[in-house]
């Protein structure tokens, strides 16, 4: 499995991905599932996947192309985000047709979910849920941040923090121990993670990796572990 | 869905156990799902279930007449808690062949996961999670709790409090908290909840019901979710 959030705050979004991959518990690798496509001061797009990996990185590696070629289908192209999305749903609906329709018989499960987000200039920034079938669903106030993959365990406390007006780097902190919460309670979700925190009309982004020794890390790990416990002892 | 879980901890047994049931989203109801099998001073077993709810009750019903007809196979009559276990998985085993079997092109999912527990005088306390299979495993001083049902929203709690030597008071605390972080998170699990607090040696169990407006709860979901924002407010 993996575990990928998108958070969209006014101060801008926050994407954060796990790079554990598992094919059975004894196939496990380290893969990156969080990309960015930027044309600096023009449009920023990142997209984080869960699920099937070919899937996914068919689907990386075809919009890059596209955009390199400047094929006049590629998302850097789109005039609105809501077209980048349409487009990168398409092109995931195909890839998965694609190898179910090669393999009638197969139980392999060629799904994969995507979180999108970014923003084009002169527009507002965005962030979706991009469905294996190509349809997608918007962040908006109400919903302000997406999951996909192995979501459950660390929902609770972005149900508690996350508010549309929460700051941008208290929103890192809050997806952080999200992760935190669900690799210690379960194995397929690992470190390091990626991440983009993109500040509101930037237009520039920048994957940032958090390894699994990175001290700030340690130290809200140990600050929120320790703090949990003594607020559960405080408990009347 | 449902949530239950189960902790054993040196001073004790703990099970608690929602009470909704769903058949799609618009058929939601209310059923105990914990249920108790006492004789004070002899033995104290309890079982809570998530899934099928027919099965479930079958199960429950039939286990309450063979003791009522004091029947040979009665589980009021088993040495050990072990004992227990197999004729309870064996009899939901049936159940659950019995359905899909007189039903072989049905999507229905007959199925249903039980958490048992309890204690036999002379014999030490137990607790058990039992399959659809038939099968099950004991929670052990490694893994002192099982949940079934519902169960990653409020797993990461539990794997940071429940030790074998946590008091039981703290277990139940420990037990509130995870259904709280579940019911905020997930509409398929709802108040009010069952509980039994089971005292070593005791021998004798009580199903305590927590209602939505118990004072207790109230006081316990403010503080926690106050806590966890003050917390989270102070981190690094």
């Known amino acids: 499995m993996t575990y990928c959030v998108g958070i969209q ?4 979004l926050l994407m954060m991905a796990d790079t554990r991959t598992n094919a059975g518990i ?7 599932k969080l990309h960015a ?17 070919g899937t ?24 609105t985000l809501f077209d980048v999305a349409e487009r990168v749903g398409d092109l995931l609906a195909r890839t998965v047709r694609r190898y179910r329709e090669a393999n009638p018989d197969s139980t392999v499960n060629f799904a994969c979910d995507l979180l999108l987000a970014g923003q084009i200039a002169g527009g507002e920034p965005a962030l979706y849920q991009i469905y294996p079938e190509g ?13 996909i993959g192995e979501s459950k365990y660390g929902k609770p406390i972005l149900d508690r923090i996350i508010r549309p007006d929460t700051p941008l780097t208290q929103a890192v902190k809050c997806a952080l121990i999200s992760f935190d919460s669900t690799m ?30 990175d001290p700030y890390m340690r130290k809200l790990q140990k600050a929120w572990g320790g703090g949990l416990r003594s607020l559960f002892a405080q408990l009347p």
Chains 1, 2 share one sequence.
């Open 9 to 12: 705050v006014a101060e801008g």
């Open 26 to 32: 004894d196939r496990i690798a380290t893969f990156p």
């Open 37 to 53: 496509f930027v044309q600096p001061g023009e449009r920023v797009v990142f997209v984080a996947s869960a699920g099937n990996l």
């Open 56 to 79: 996914a990185q068919r689907v990386v590696f075809l919009l890059g192309r596209q955009i390199a070629a400047d094929e006049p289908d590629g998302i850097h192209r789109c005039p």
């Open 135 to 147: 349809n997608f669903i918007a962040a908006t106030p109400d919903t302000p941040y997406l999951q």
């Open 184 to 213: 210690q309670s379960n194995l397929s979700v690992g470190m390091p993670l990626d991440m983009v925190a993109y500040r509101k009309d930037s237009l520039e982004v920048r994957i940032e990796r958090i390894a699994a020794d």
